[in-house]
């Protein structure tokens, strides 16, 4: 098992090591699931570090990179479902938050789940979301936001819905690491989850609950 060498990898930010060591996981049918929260593990040290001014930028964007090496392997094994997309989301991270892993992750979760997912990016703005769930006939709007700065951002986006009369029209699932489920009540969100694989569980269940 290579587990905690992929975990300490993605920490070191050897990103060819951690592709090498996801490619074996892979190869000997480790659950990708397993493969997935080891990556995770490593960015959660990382991410202790960097609170504790142990490290800074750069490191944390090398490690980034070895996570997204490893990602990039294991993501056509959690989006093949090789099925017609059962629900359509608008998927960002809000303005002024340039976060972008678990976004990456809570798409992915989306698309495994056999959702058809329209990545805005990063920084978008309320215009954004709301523009391209209309254009798209989206069912949900999904947002994310890893900064307490950037979170308020997420009402500008239910607020600009409100505004053009089209709130009802779609299902606003937030997250990220500082958003909570009082916060997405006080914003008047429809859901709130604290990981990629349940956002796309309860996106799954909303849906088949609204049909
Ligand atoms: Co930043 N950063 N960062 N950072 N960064 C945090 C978020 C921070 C908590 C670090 C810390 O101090 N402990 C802190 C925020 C403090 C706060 O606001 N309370 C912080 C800061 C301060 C900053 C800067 C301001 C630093 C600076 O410049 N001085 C700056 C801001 C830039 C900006 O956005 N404008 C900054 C920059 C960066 C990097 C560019 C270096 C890099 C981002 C690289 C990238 O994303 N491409 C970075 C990183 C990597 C982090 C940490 C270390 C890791 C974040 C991450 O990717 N985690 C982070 C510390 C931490 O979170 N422990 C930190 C892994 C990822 C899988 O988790 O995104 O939480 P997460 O997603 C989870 C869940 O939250 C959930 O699913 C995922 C798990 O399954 N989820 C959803 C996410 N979105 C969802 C949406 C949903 C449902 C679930 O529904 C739609």
Redesign the pocket.
Same mark, same amino acid.
């Given at each position: 098992m290579y587990l905690n060498e992929i975990a300490q990898g993605v920490e070191e930010g050897q990103a060819k090591r951690v592709a090498s060591l996801v490619s074996q996981a892979v190869e000997e049918k480790t659950d990708v699931k397993v493969i997935l929260d080891s990556l995770?593990d490593g960015?959660?040290k990382?991410?202790?570090k960097?609170?504790n001014n142990e490290i800074f930028?750069?490191e944390?964007?090398i490690?980034?990179r070895a996570?997204?090496y490893g990602l990039d392997i294991i993501r056509p094994i959690l989006t093949d479902t090789g099925v017609k997309p059962i629900g359509k989301a608008v998927?960002g991270?809000v303005q002024?938050?340039?976060?972008? *892993? %678990?976004?990456n992750? #809570?798409k992915m979760?989306l698309v495994g789940a056999g959702f058809e997912v329209i990545d805005i990016g990063?920084?978008a703005e309320a215009g954004a979301f709301v523009d391209k769930a209309c254009e798209a006939d989206a069912d949900f709007i999904?947002?994310?936001?890893?900064?307490?700065?950037?979170m308020a951002h997420m009402k500008s986006v239910i607020d600009l819905l409100c505004e053009r009369g089209l709130r009802d029209r779609f299902i606003v699932? *937030? %997250?990220?690491?500082? #958003?909570t489920a009082r916060y997405a009540e006080e914003i008047g969100a429809d859901?709130?989850?604290?990981?990629?694989?349940?956002?796309a569980e309860l996106a799954r269940e909303v849906l088949g609950k609204k049909s």
């Open positions: 995770l960015m959660s990382v991410g202790k960097f609170k930028v750069p944390v964007l490690s980034a996570l997204n998927i991270t002024g938050d340039l976060h972008d *892993i %678990g976004k992750l #809570v979760m990063v920084d999904c947002m994310s936001a890893l900064l307490t700065s950037t699932m *937030i %997250g990220g690491a500082p #958003v859901h709130y989850t604290a990981d990629a694989a349940t956002a």
